[in-house]
């Protein structure tokens, strides 16, 4: 049986009693779109005020235990990503993706210069991973950090593990370009990756630049992920239908309360003579 996730400290080697303790965390399936948690990103040359351009993205990983081939030390094999919600290219914003692993790894800084973004290893523990984008230079000249808790084991640790079926957590969140500039918005506005505003009345951009070369763009078709079976599907319809669904259930127990007060106070009522006598 796996020791508590709160308690891993992770090794590419037998465990370095000398090397820093992972932070003890939990990893949410879903992290909240809502404003609170979009990550706004400034961004340079001529910029188009008051436009905002929306990115979703999702990182996360997904590990497979290694079943009669796991040894002490390589216990699973895992990926750790930045991908589009449903899976689209993210090279027409994201330039590079750093991954900087538990410093027990051979050469824990990792780059990635080209979609997709990902990065396997093996290893038999959990840590968190500093996911850092950098973007395009029509994009941000700043990078973003993204925190993600590997998980290696799935949450009821009481159960047998699979070599079939993998853990997977995924994180979503949306970047959110402020006033972007033209060159930028006009290269993205008919990709799917993006979600764009509708532009002013009377204003030209200047024709795109792609940034990006045919074997680039081969490399990047991320709808036939080897891995995408088990990736989660983000979408807004979905959360609509459930947020329908919980203000049905919420109306519904507000109707049964009235009901039951209305009763109470009709009782109440027709007890009232018999006490006045």
């Given at each position: 049986m796996p020791q508590s996730s709160s308690t891993k400290k992770h090794a590419q080697d037998p465990p370095d009693v000398t090397g820093p303790n992972p932070k003890s965390q939990r990893t949410k399936m879903v992290k909240s779109s809502d404003d609170s948690d979009k990550k706004f990103v400034q961004n340079s040359g001529k910029k188009l005020k008051e436009l905002e351009v929306g990115v979703p993205i999702v990182y996360g990983n997904i590990a497979f235990w290694l079943g009669k081939k796991a040894s002490?030390?390589?216990?699973?094999?895992?990926t750790v990503y930045v991908r589009g919600a449903t899976n689209e290219d993210l090279s027409v914003v994201v330039?590079?993706?750093?991954?900087?692993?538990?410093?027990?790894?051979?050469?824990?800084t990792r780059v990635v210069d080209g979609p997709p973004f990902e990065l396997s290893e093996?290893?038999?523990?959990?840590?968190?991973?500093?996911i850092t984008l950098h973007f395009h230079t029509d994009v941000c000249d700043k990078p973003l950090h993204l925190y993600h808790h590997?998980?290696?084991?799935?949450?009821?640790?009481?159960g047998p593990l699979s070599t079939k079926r993998p853990v997977?957590?995924?994180s979503y969140d949306e970047i959110v370009l402020a006033e972007p500039s033209e060159a930028f918005f006009a290269r993205v506005q008919n990709h799917p990756a993006v979600s764009v505003p509708r532009l002013p009345p009377g204003l030209n951009l200047p024709p795109p630049v792609p940034i990006e070369d045919v074997d680039r763009r081969k490399r990047s078709d991320s709808k036939d992920h080897p891995l995408s079976q088990w990736f989660t599907n983000f979408s807004e319809a979905d959360e609509?239908?459930?947020?329908?669904?919980?203000?049905?259930?919420?109306?519904?127990?507000i109707a049964r309360l009235r009901r039951q007060l209305s009763l109470i106070e009709g009782q109440h009522q027709q007890l009232k003579p018999a006490a006045d006598l």
């Open positions: 002490e030390f390589q216990s699973h094999k895992w330039k590079r993706v750093d991954f900087q692993l538990h410093s027990s790894f051979n050469n824990p093996c290893g038999w523990g959990e840590f968190e991973i500093v590997l998980k290696l084991y799935p949450e009821d640790e009481s997977v957590v995924e609509l239908l459930k947020l329908t669904a919980a203000r049905q259930q919420v109306q519904g127990h």
